[in-house]
């Protein structure tokens, strides 16, 4: 028995799971709450844009505020919401991690506070984005779980999703080599995401 045929067998033998009840309400109040205080902030930068002007460099406006809970139960610091193909809203929670330091720890909460004011929506990602598919178009085929050899390939909605993970990943740690952080394994911070009906 090779491990596909096992993989098979397992899977096959597994009981049925039954879908979390009310996850769907929860998302949408999650989606609502973060669509309400993107609203609520554009109202507030936009009284604000005559005294912004006077600020040399300016800011951006957080669009995480305290985090957002997930779907899945833990607090994002910040989320991004893309249109799937088929019109739904595909929702990213993305947050900082850490190992080997405290919450309160200097490096985590710059990082933390780093991620949290990104502007998510204002990202280019059509280079990182373009990156993506090629590499994918050039990687060798995998076996899906029949053994079959096929090509990776992600929505429009994951690539983008896939692209601003890694835009957000990169201006964090750039940001954070440029404040003077090291870090070292078991004394770090990463950069976690989840996705959710990203078709």
Known sequence: MNDTEFETLLRDSAPPV??????????????????RRRTRRSRIWAGSVAVAALVVGGGSIATAGDGYETPWGWFAD??????????????????VQWEGLAADDPLVQDAQEFVRNLDLESLDTTKQAAELKADMAAADPVPNEYGDLVRIELSDAELTQQAVHELVAKALFNELLAEGYEMTPGHEVSLSSQSENCN
């Open 18 to 35: 039954t879908p979390v009840v009310g996850l769907a309400v929860h998302r949408e109040r999650i989606l609502s709450d973060v669509r």
């Open 78 to 95: 910040n989320v991004f919401i893309a249109n799937s193909t088929d019109g739904s809203a595909c929702f990213q929670g993305i947050r």
